[in-house]
């Protein structure tokens, strides 16, 4: 079974400033994805960014990057000039070519001003 | 484009009630996933639909039912309501019935189901 582990409940950063989000996960699958989503308070889950596990050149998304390190089963999201309304819970999520998401319990980001 | 649509919003019901949540699609997508988010937790998978027919079910108890229609939209039942499925319920639809790199998952602004 596919698991995902985030184990930051809570962090801030200062606007302009760079903070990390860390991602662990656990699969069986030989190829799989790994997905950043973002929840606003609005409830609506938005895709940040996303990478295929065969591709070992992480991907980047204008202020959003991924170091995603295959061996380790580690995604971590780097978010650069943070900005206020990058305010919002971060849920790690992946899939092994299946149909469904499998979601970690998700990280509070605040952004002080 | 209108993006994915739920209804309704929010939604309370009494302790061994039914209820029926409903889910738009974006135009042209054909599939439809189900996902559970207790506060405090991420979402949990239900159901996917593809084309009409369940390709994925989560373990999830008989009282969770789903289908979906010709237009490709799509319900979500729950029988014998609990205080435990008191959650957000979040659809999600997309092209095609498996979730890769290059295909994504849109979702909607869920519904908050409130049982007492």
């Known amino acids: 079974a596919q698991t995902v582990t985030q184990s930051q409940p809570e962090m801030s950063v200062q606007e302009a400033e760079t903070v990390t989000l860390s991602c662990t996960y656990d699969t069986s699958e030989s190829d799989y994805y790994l997905f950043w989503y973002k929840q606003p308070p609005s409830r609506q889950m938005i895709l940040v960014i996303r990478q295929e596990a065969y591709k070992q050149q992480n991907a980047t998304e204008n202020r959003f990057s991924v170091n995603f390190q295959k061996a380790a089963k580690s995604f971590s999201l780097k978010i650069s000039d943070s900005q206020l309304g990058d305010a919002a819970m971060y849920f790690c999520?992946?899939?092994?070519?299946?149909?469904?998401?499998?979601f970690g319990k998700g990280t509070k980001l605040t952004v002080n001003p | 484009d209108a993006g994915v649509t739920q209804s309704p919003t929010h939604l309370i019901k009494t302790r061994g009630q039914h209820v029926t949540l409903r889910c738009s699609p974006i135009?042209?997508?054909?599939?439809v996933s189900w996902y559970q988010q207790v506060l405090g937790q991420g979402p949990q998978f239900i159901f996917q639909y593809y084309e009409k027919e369940e390709r994925g079910r989560g373990n999830f108890p008989d009282r969770f039912s789903a289908r979906q229609f010709p237009n490709y939209s799509s319900e979500l039942n729950v029988n014998a309501l609990l205080l435990g499925d008191s959650a957000l319920y979040l659809c999600?639809?997309?092209?095609?019935?498996?979730?890769?790199?290059?295909?994504?998952?849109?979702f909607g602004q869920g519904t908050r189901l409130t049982v007492v």
């Open positions: 999520a992946s899939t092994g070519g299946s149909e469904k998401l499998v």
């Open positions: 999600a639809s997309s092209l095609i019935d498996r979730l890769a790199v290059n295909t994504e998952a849109f």
């Open positions: 135009s042209g997508h054909k599939s």
